[in-house]
């Protein structure tokens, strides 16, 4: 074996170790959250604030500026991300949840949407469209009508689909650690 394949094998090796590694942690937060009776809204927190750190935003705010994560129509998943981000920061930064819609006055790095008709749903997507936005929904069209990720349930279990498109337009970059655990990409 030459010095260049033992090189390649080691760094196949160390990507599988990586990947395994990350779905470890997502299997272990989902087998966590049955095994302690976690409530759905926690569970989505969990997922949400995972997307976010598996997740690069292309220009880094000035440190003084919060990073936003705004929920529409979920108080109870709004209440569960401040119970999972009190007393942490992001990439610098303290965060703040925002329980209002996207626009000039509330600046989101993240927006999670429940509880949307399709249409309006559709109009904060073309809104946001091209914006280094996180979009987040557990609405089952979300993803196909252009938004980044869907949460959904599975026998029971949480799951996502990845809106690929959109990430890329939005000049957002995800792991491929989190991209191998999506069950489907649109």
Known sequence: MSARGGLL?????ERRRRVRAAIAAI???TSVASAQEVTEPALKAAFIYSFMKFTEWPEPLPASDPFVICVLNDPAVAG???RTIKGREFAGRRMNVSIEAPGPK???NVLYVSKVTASQGSELISALRDSPVLTISDLEWFTGAGGMAQLFYEQ???RFNIGLAAV???KLLM????LVLA???E
């Open 27 to 29: 299997l272990l937060m």
């Open 168 to 170: 890329k337009r939005s």
């Open 9 to 13: 094998d080691s760094r196949a090796m």
């Open 106 to 108: 509330a600046r989101c």
């Open 175 to 178: 792991s491929s650690k989190l």
């Open 156 to 158: 029971g279990r949480l």
């Open 80 to 82: 569960a991300l401040e």
């Open 183 to 185: 069950k489907r990409y």
